[in-house]
């Protein structure tokens, strides 16, 4: 095969069910020529089984010969040469200069086009995209004027996806306790919080001031010291209630073993303080205490905007709605990840896998044997459950809107905003958002591949006998213990 000739085969195939309608002559002559170079081409096809075929593509001059000839016309009349007019080179030096690489790009692309009109007119499911094969054939146009090309094929398997009632999965339904309220609520207030100066120092004060070596070989004018870190209980009762102003002494090696906590204190490398010890000391420039915010109307506005909620009741109850979303999403999800586990496991079929590792090596450069082999389980779970996904939604004829992609955007982008703590953010805000993250051509698509799976999964649900069961948030973390 010539050096450059690839293969491109389009993704999907064309409507065929679109009628095209020539509305003048020379259009009708073109499409009559198309059919007629498609049929002069020679294309066979050896089933090596269920999952495997080859396909050879033999080309004669007469396929080739006035396309090359055209390109080379084309050359000489904007070719540049010295010594000549433009368009009046002689067609042979032409030929002489550019004729290989016409040669070689007018075979890529007859070869190309008629592999993928083959695939398409024969209605071939592949898997992956065609590879060249060497089967002795080589592309010398001085030897020969026809040359042949093969490409193996990796063919989609033929199954059938019955899920019934005789299959069962579980809804698991968290119920959240108090405890999980009211680490919420802490959780907002601490979110909301803010340093303050304080008096004296408490366990979990910051102290902030001069940290200074016995003999003044190491200092730090800028040091932050956490009373909480210190490891050795004497040392840390030495800095409890000490004031602005006060200096504490200590062993630096007994109060921070950690080499990496060593480094922050003095602002230094972990390499540069790992001989360090021995007496250090800190005076105490101020006293810095986290306080969480108050449970007043102040944070109730910062969480949830202002006047949404106008008491500690209202509040927790919704903090307690915001916790229930959050499990209704992870219920969902487990359902979801279950029922996908189902049909893999209740459809089975067989892949052309020794095809598809080569052409995992083949389209992945920097990717080795050893690579594809160790992540090759994962993939071919991945690869099934596409083809099954897709036999559902053709099985099912389902078609995705913009609407629906729309509105996927939309909670992702809301499940986003609360992350940060945005949950006031108005619907034409979100919208704005989402609108501007379809526009990412990669990210429309994955949020039309979650729809399609949302879409068809919630078929395979149906499909099958759903049970409920109450668990607690311990109980439904440890379903996912062995995933």
Known sequence: M????????????????????????????????????????????????????????????????????????????????????????????????????????????????????????????????????????????????????????????????????????????????????????????????????????????????????????????????????????????????????????????????????????????????????????????EVSRFVPAENNQELWDKVYGEGTVKSATEFEAKVTEEIREFFNRETEYKLRTDARDLALAKTPFELPEDFLKRWLLRVNEKTTAEDIEKDFDHFRDDLRWQLIKNRVAKDNELKITDEEILEEAKAFTRAQFAQYGLHYASDEQITSFAGDFLKKEEEAHRIAEKVLDTRVLSLLIDAVKVDEKTVTPEEFNKLFGNK
């Open 2 to 285: 010539p050096q450059g000739v690839g293969v491109r085969v389009p993704s999907s195939a064309p409507d065929t069910g679109a009628a095209l309608i020539p509305r003048r002559k020379a259009q009708v002559k073109a499409v009559f020529k198309s059919i007629e170079n498609y049929y002069k081409m020679n294309v066979t096809r050896e089933n090596i089984d269920a999952l495997n075929a080859t396909v050879r593509i033999d080309i004669v001059k007469a396929d080739y010969e006035e396309k090359v000839e055209k390109k080379l016309r084309e050359y000489r009349r904007t070719a540049s040469i010295k010594g000549f007019r433009p368009g009046h080179v002689p067609i042979q030096m032409i030929k002489k200069m550019y004729g290989t690489t016409v040669l070689v790009d007018e075979i890529n692309n007859l070869v190309s086009e008629s592999l993928s009109e083959y695939i398409r007119n024969e209605k071939l499911d592949i898997l992956g995209d065609p590879i060249p094969k060497n089967d002795g054939h080589s592309f010398d146009p001085e030897k020969s004027d026809e040359f042949s090309f093969t490409f193996e094929l990796g063919l989609a398997p033929e199954f059938e996806v019955n899920l019934n009632k005789k299959q069962k999965l579980t809804r698991y339904l968290i119920a959240p306790d108090t405890k999980m309220i009211a680490d919420y609520v802490d959780n907002y207030a601490r979110r909301h919080g803010q340093f303050i100066t304080a008096e004296a120092a408490e366990e979990r004060d910051m102290l902030k001031g001069i940290v200074e070596s016995s003999d003044g070989s190491v200092k730090n004018d800028a040091a932050s010291l956490s009373v909480e870190m210190i490891k050795d209980e004497e040392i840390k009762k030495h800095f409890l209630g000490k004031k602005a102003g006060d200096t504490v002494g200590f062993d630096i090696r007994k109060a921070f073993p950690n080499d990496y906590e060593i480094a922050g204190l003095l602002k230094k490398q972990k390499d540069e303080v790992k001989d360090l010890q021995g007496r250090y000391s800190i005076l105490i420039m």
